[in-house]
């Protein structure tokens, strides 16, 4: 399950945006948690790294894998 770091959420509705952009990436089965107070998200499937990257990249959020 790939996690992402996402700096610049601020509250509920950037969680929403970030779920949302996320779930629109081909071969995501599942967002999982995505979370304010840590800045990560999970996400479940077979999309690339690289593709969700850009995807929260568009909702306006910088992202990068966690290590």
């Known amino acids: 399950m790939p996690r992402l770091v ?3 959420m601020t509250c509920g509705h ?3 945006a970030v ?3 996320l779930a629109k990436v081909p071969g995501v089965t599942r ?3 995505v979370s304010l107070e840590r800045g990560e998200a999970a996400v479940e ?3 690339t790294v690289e593709a969700l990257l850009a995807a929260v990249r568009d909702a306006g959020y910088e992202a990068r894998a966690a290590d």
Request: glycine residues 20%; negative net charge.
């Open 19 to 21: 779920s949302k952009a």
């Open 45 to 47: 499937g077979s999309a």
């Open 14 to 16: 950037c969680v929403q």
């Open 31 to 33: 967002v999982g948690e």
């Open 6 to 8: 996402i700096e610049g």
